[in-house]
């Protein structure tokens, strides 16, 4: 008997009790290879500097509420953030999480412009197929069918245009390059719909996770993304919750595409799951434009810049940088992609294999050659993770690739510190819960 409120009611689920770098353990001494805690752990479970930086807080001071007092490892966390940010971020607002780092992001979108006398401008537009998390703010940005369906009546009118989802929204014929130049320009078509006074920002992934599984945007498609925003005064906010902190091969994702947010979003591995950590960037324009003006961001949760969690968050990011993880993560990534496509490349119901550093999606088709998805009544995608499961690995599978309802895809976010035995480990296992299943 228990008195949690499971995600699922009728899962039964084992009691994890311990971390072992890479694996998590249960009760029975079963151990899981963690490849897809939803790409939270980027330093194994078991990283004792982390750990013991927790302590040492803790026994300093747990909490100083922010209202009042500021903390040593807020502060540092932030430099150091900084320091290592793209471009002209230069505040950062610290909260528990992904969803509440987006839905900041929103609501400072919207207070700067106040500020900045724009009080027309109030429209976000956000992606098809993406996930900025599930708060109502953030889920009216998220572009997934199937999350948003029964919250729709109480969602803020935000608008979606096309993501950029090479594999199956790129005709033949068409280059890369032409095909993220003509996506991206759907962003212009839509501030000149909404009225350009109107549009306030633009949010997406640079690597698209839960949703699409491990989709990076074509080459030149960012840039123009932000050649947009800059032409119209709307401010690009960039949700890096999954795909940041190294992840992708760099500290920060939009590294790889050549852009600068105005604002950024980072959960997930900042607190490698040490602690619940997340936290929002923006340049000093817009900081400014909020401390000439009002003052305050009228926003805040009780645990914004908590000690204990800045305090974890602060020694993963010195692990990441001191151990230059990052880098790690883009070598290992490249691996990982050779053993999968070695292994599942040939696969008649492998339609792609795609990512970024040590993220990286699986897409399963019916047919290889029409790029057809599976029936969704099959529920591939949840009998996968149940067959990992039973080998020993967690991985992130989910359906509804394509448009919320068909197409399933499986997402795997190994931590930076996997071995090259753990990769093969990895493949060899997905592979016998694929054969189990299909
Ligand atoms: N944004 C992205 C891109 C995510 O992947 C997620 C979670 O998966 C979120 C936001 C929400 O984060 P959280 O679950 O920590 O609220």
């Not at 992001?105 to 992606?127: C, M, N, S, T, W």
């Not at 608008?159 to 014929?173: L, N, R, S």
Request: hydrophobic share 40%; proline share 5%; with cysteine.
């Amino acid at each position: 008997m228990s008195n949690i409120f499971p995600r699922h009611t009728k899962s039964k689920l084992p009691v994890a009790v311990a971390g072992d770098g890479a694996y998590l353990i249960d009760s029975q001494g079963r151990r899981y290879l963690d490849c897809g805690d939803a790409a939270v752990s980027c330093l194994g479970h078991s990283n004792q500097s982390v750990i013991k930086a927790v302590q040492d807080q803790v026994e300093k001071i747990a909490f100083a509420h922010t209202g009042f007092m500021t903390s040593e490892p807020a502060e540092a966390l932030a430099e150091m953030l900084i320091q290592n940010a793209p471009g002209n971020l230069d505040r950062v607002y610290f909260v528990s999480g992904g969803s509440e780092a987006t839905e900041a992001a929103i609501k400072l979108a919207r207070q700067y412009f106040l500020e900045i006398g724009q009080p027309d401008r109030r429209h976000v537009i956000a992606r098809r197929q993406s996930y900025h998390g599930n708060t109502l703010g953030a889920l009216s940005a998220g572009g997934n069918a199937w999350r948003r369906a029964q919250f729709a009546p109480m969602l803020i009118e935000m608008t979606h245009i096309a993501p950029c989802y090479e594999y199956a929204e790129k005709p033949d014929g068409e280059s890369s390059f032409d095909y993220g130049q003509r996506v991206a320009n759907e962003l212009e078509d839509e501030i000149l719909r909404l009225g350009p006074d109107s549009v306030m920002a633009f949010m997406a992934e640079p690597v698209v996770g839960a949703t699409l599984g491990a989709v990076p945007a074509v080459d030149g498609y960012f840039r123009r993304i932000r050649e947009i925003c800059d032409k119209y005064g709307v401010l690009l906010i960039l949700d890096e919750v999954m795909c940041g902190m190294g992840r992708t091969g760099h500290l920060f994702a939009c590294d790889h595409d050549g852009v600068v947010p105005d604002i950024l979003c980072i959960a997930k591995g900042l607190g490698a799951g040490y602690q619940p950590i997340g936290a929002m960037l923006c340049t000093d324009g817009i900081y400014s434009a909020i401390r000439d003006g009002t003052g305050f961001f009228q926003h805040g949760h009780t645990y914004v810049g908590h000690p204990v969690a800045t305090a974890a968050a602060l020694a993963v990011l010195q692990e990441l940088t001191s151990r230059n993880l990052p880098a790690r993560a883009g070598e290992m990534g490249q691996k990982l992609q050779r053993s999968l496509e070695d292994a599942f490349g040939q696969h008649p119901n492998v339609g792609d294999i795609r990512g970024r550093g040590l993220f990286r999606g699986i897409e399963l088709v019916a047919d290889q050659g029409s790029k057809r998805p599976f029936d969704p009544a099959k529920g591939l995608a949840g009998k996968i993770k149940q067959a990992a499961f039973a080998e020993g690995l967690i991985c992130y599978p989910m359906a509804g690739t394509r448009d919320g309802r068909v197409g399933d895809h499986i997402l795997l976010a190994p931590p930076f510190v996997i071995e090259d035995t753990q990769i093969e480990e990895l493949t060899w296992k997905l592979g016998k819960a694929i054969s189990t299943v299909l």
